[in-house]
């Protein structure tokens, strides 16, 4: 099992900065992958970036690249969400993600509200 909670939510003008953490526990030596998905009132729930734990791959939505960075510290075993140029659009509820089997993720945190006034 794994464990995974976000934190660092909140809300910021458009233009602005946040950066979200996901602390993971549990079974951490499991994990393949990690990431973020987001998802907006009205909406679908949307794929934002991606993370390889051990090789540090990273792949991001197109509507974020560029502005959104993700990184992770082993050690600490959190996963950071850096967003930088904000917009009204990426206000959503953002979920930290793991995967453990190379197939799905597999294990979702509670989310964080972003919301990012115009």
């Known amino acids: 099992q794994v464990q995974l909670v976000e934190s660092g939510g909140g809300s910021v003008q458009a233009g602005g900065s946040l950066r979200l953490s996901c602390a993971a526990s549990?079974?951490?030596?499991?994990?393949?992958?990690m990431g973020w998905f987001r998802q907006a009132p009205g909406k679908e729930r949307e794929w934002v970036t991606t993370i390889s734990r051990r090789g540090g791959s990273t792949y991001y939505a197109v509507v974020v690249k560029g502005r959104f960075t993700i990184s992770q510290d082993n050690a600490k075993n959190t996963l950071y969400l850096q967003m930088n140029s904000l917009k009204s659009e990426d206000t959503a509820m953002y979920y930290c993600?793991?995967?453990?089997?190379?197939?799905?993720?597999?294990?979702w945190g509670q989310g964080t509200q972003v919301t990012v006034s115009s």
């Open positions: 549990g079974y951490i030596s499991s994990i393949i992958k």
């Open positions: 993600v793991a995967d453990v089997d190379g197939r799905s993720w597999d294990y």
